[in-house]
């Protein structure tokens, strides 16, 4: 029982921190309802083998995060609780995986630091408990790199004998790639790819590769990534296969859906997202020379994948913060690997991160917290806010009470803590980060419980009400002036569907059968009632505005 007793912990832990909070909000536009509704027209049509959104072919995205949300919303119905769930199983597994490698290649304190510090920063625990396909695709793409660092230090390397190993481990890192493929695409094999590439670069006197070995690898992934790929070919064409590429081609070329930012997006992402992890992980790139050779390797393993993560998507023109977070795992790990070395006395704390610690966590605080003192005292300033949309969300009646974000003022308590601890006890520091830590895992927690559903009041609780309202009604709803999928979401649209209903210029201006509800920005009225004189307004939600075309 004493063996298996941190596994049982980590998961209970991991059970408290992301199950309780999966029904808190509705789902945001438009990741998560995006996915959601995929989930939910598999269930309705019956069809598991095409992705489709308003049940048109979605070419964005393969399946198996979606088989994963059709299965759960099969269980636990058609609901925020089972699209998020897939997530915080995933979480959980995540945590229990990070601890055996952990204690496997570096030993149980440093297992316990990665699980702690990959809880305890802000973007890793809140993506657990979202309905995004992140989480999911970085597990397994984690696992294809894990296996391609074992590859590169087992088996024949030193030992002939061990080819048979070998050969397994590159087999295993293929079939892990290929289900991140299943999960979000192609860009997983070029992740893979480019850091095995990068690694035998820098090893080259002590890594070699053989061709059937990489070959070996790439046709496990290809093999596996097929078991749907390859159907879907032969049952539809290559559409689907050719509209895929063409949009994974966007994505890198052109700001999607409005979605650019500078070269150094992500850097700032990463280094505001994970703090205080970030500034710990800066001194976790330098390695300790007396680390085996397997701690070396390791270590490189993860300083390339970051590095890879970064440069590529700072490349990629669309810039989405949860595109940067396969670079949670190397974070994180170097974190926890110079915490752990400086606790061994390997390595020298720097002083410079306790001012650095400080003062930015500090100024993040205060930010933060100011924010939702903005909201306490919006008729300060709302009149300087020139767009309607805009001042509507914000002016809506929600009852902030300056403590939603708490996860920030126990961040810095935490640091505090950490830092006097660290200075008043010779033995304090292990103790210390694991309470900041583990005070920021619970301040998060706590916050996001009490924070997501207020900004989620401000954005879209009052217009989702209203889709909610005419989920057993014999009438079309759309969208017009803006894109969103809540409308397909929350009046559970029903299947087989009017094909004529899925065009949106006939439902403002064709021959309908019956009566259609359209939303739209408040910032949009005058155009609507300028060129829609055909429609009727109803009334004002939140920041929309509800228009009806009736069939006489």
């Known amino acids: 029982m004493k063996k298996y007793f941190p596994l ?81 199983i995933f979480g959980i597994i995540t945590l229990v995986t990070l601890f055996i490698i952990g204690k496997r290649h570096f030993g149980e304190k440093t297992a316990w630091l990665w ?18 396909i992140d989480p999911v695709f970085n597990y397994f793409i984690f696992l294809g790199i894990y296996f391609l660092f074992r590859f590169s230090t087992e088996g024949r390397f030193g030992n ?23 999960t979000k695409g192609p860009v997983a094999f070029l992740i893979a790819f480019l850091t095995i590439i990068a690694y035998g670069i820098l090893r080259r006197k002590v890594f070699s590769i053989r061709f059937t070995e990489i070959g070996t690898f790439i046709i496990i992934a290809f093999i596996v990534s097929t078991a749907w790929f390859g159907p879907e070919t032969i049952r539809n064409g290559f559409f689907f296969l050719r509209e895929f590429f063409v949009y994974q081609f966007r994505l890198f070329s052109t700001e999607d859906a409005g979605h650019g930012g500078p070269f150094y997006y992500h ?60 670079a949670y795992f190397p974070v994180t790990f170097l974190a926890a690997y110079y ?32 924010f939702s003192f903005l909201f306490l005292y919006k008729d300060k300033w709302i009149d300087k806010v020139s767009d309607n949309f805009s001042a509507d969300l914000i002016m809506k009646p929600v009852a902030w009470t300056g403590f939603e974000t708490f996860a920030f003022i126990l961040l810095f308590i935490g640091i505090i803590v950490f830092i006097s601890i660290r200075k008043k006890f010779k033995n304090g520091f292990f103790a210390g980060v694991l309470i900041l830590f583990i005070l920021s895992s619970i301040g998060i927690n706590i916050s996001l419980k009490y924070l997501s559903p207020k900004i989620e009041s401000h954005l879209q609780r009052d217009i989702v009400e209203f889709y909610k309202s005419l989920e057993n009604k014999d ?67 939140g920041g929309y505005l509800i228009y009806l075309r009736d069939t006489k």
């Open 267 to 326: 850097f700032v992402i990463i280094l505001l997202g994970l703090f205080p992890a970030s500034i710990f992980a800066i001194m976790g790139f330098k390695k300790y020379f007396n680390d085996s050779f397997k701690q070396k390797s390791f270590h490189i393993w993860m300083v390339i994948l970051f590095w890879v993560v970064l440069i590529l998507f700072s490349i990629v023109k669309t810039k989405i913060i949860h595109y940067s977070s396969l």
């Open 339 to 370: 915490i752990n070395n400086v606790v061994l006395k390997n390595m020298e704390w720097r002083r410079w991160i306790d001012w650095v610690t400080v003062i930015m966590g500090f100024l993040i605080s205060a930010i933060v917290i100011g």
């Open 8 to 88: 049982i912990f980590i998961t209970v832990f991991g059970l408290l921190l992301f199950i309780p909070n999966l029904s808190s909000t509705t789902l945001f536009d438009w990741d998560e309802i995006n996915f959601a509704e995929a989930a939910r027209e598999m269930l309705v049509t019956g069809d598991y083998s095409r992705v489709t959104i308003n049940f048109l072919p979605f070419w964005e995205k393969p399946p198996l995060f979606l088989w994963m949300q059709a299965l759960s919303m099969n269980i636990f119905g058609i609901n925020e609780f089972a699209a998020r769930l897939p997530n915080a």
């Open 160 to 182: 002939e004998e061990n080819s048979g190993k070998n050969l397994k481990l590159i087999m295993i890192a293929g079939l892990f790639t290929g289900l991140a493929i299943l």
């Open 475 to 541: 009438v079309y709803c759309d969208v017009t002036g803006f894109k969103s999928y809540a409308q397909l979401f929350y009046t559970n649209k029903k299947y087989p569907v009017n094909k004529n209903s899925l065009d949106n210029k006939w439902l403002l201006s064709g021959d309908i059968d019956k009566p259609v509800y359209f939303v739209t920005k408040s910032s949009n009225k005058d155009g609507m009632d300028k060129n829609y004189p055909n429609l009727k307004y109803i009334k004002k939600v």
């Open 115 to 132: 699980v702690f510090i990959y809880t305890g920063t802000f973007f890793p625990q809140f993506f657990f408990m979202m309905g995004m």
